[in-house]
């Protein structure tokens, strides 16, 4: 395997082993503490506009 490729495949395990802890976290702080009250959690409706606004931020203005 070309360097660069191995090089590209360890950062995206990386990646994805940092998705895994921070998934493994969420699940152990819900086993741990419950679920947050609704009142206290942000709508996922929301969440996704936050989400695609900032992807759009970073897309370039076609002209």
């Given amino acids: 395997m070309e360097s660069d490729a ?3 495949l ?3 395990a990386a ?3 940092e998705s895994a802890d ?3 976290a969420a699940l ?3 086993a741990t503490n419950g679920l947050p009250d ?5 709508p996922w409706e929301e ?3 936050t989400h695609l606004a900032r992807l759009a ?3 370039p203005a076609v002209a």
């Avoid at 609704?38 to 942000?42: A, D, G, L, N, S």
Wanted: glycine share 4%.
């Fill in 10 to 12: 360890r950062a995206y």
């Fill in 22 to 24: 921070q998934l493994a």
């Fill in 47 to 49: 969440l996704r506009e």
């Fill in 38 to 42: 609704r009142e206290q959690c942000t």
């Fill in 15 to 17: 990646r994805t082993r």
């Fill in 57 to 59: 931020d970073q897309r």
């Fill in 6 to 8: 191995a090089d590209g």
């Fill in 28 to 30: 152990e702080d819900i």
